[in-house]
């Protein structure tokens, strides 16, 4: 936003093309920045609930550690995307 601003203070017109990536880039730095608070969300809740009714977890525990192995998955399918 603010190199639009920028640009548009000097007189430079941005091409529909160059609009198009800057939404892309901007979309793809909030998944980025959303997605890994999303994923590590769903074990954060788990451990939670556990510790907050002092329930034995037993099998629970396996979904706290595949959503972690999650996070590096999707900031590269994120980027992947973003490249592709």
Aim: glycine share 4%; proline share 5%; charged share 10%.
């Amino acid at each position: 936003i603010q190199i639009r601003k920028l640009l548009s203070s000097k007189g430079v017109a941005l091409s529909n093309r160059t609009m198009k990536l800057q939404r892309q880039f901007f979309v793809m730095q909030l998944q980025q920045s959303v997605l890994p608070f999303v994923i590590l969300s769903v074990p954060f809740v788990i451990f939670m609930y556990g510790v907050l009714t002092g329930a034995q977890l037993g099998f629970w525990s396996l979904p706290l550690t595949i959503f972690l192995w999650f996070c590096p998955v999707v900031q590269a399918s994120v980027q992947l995307r973003y490249v592709k």
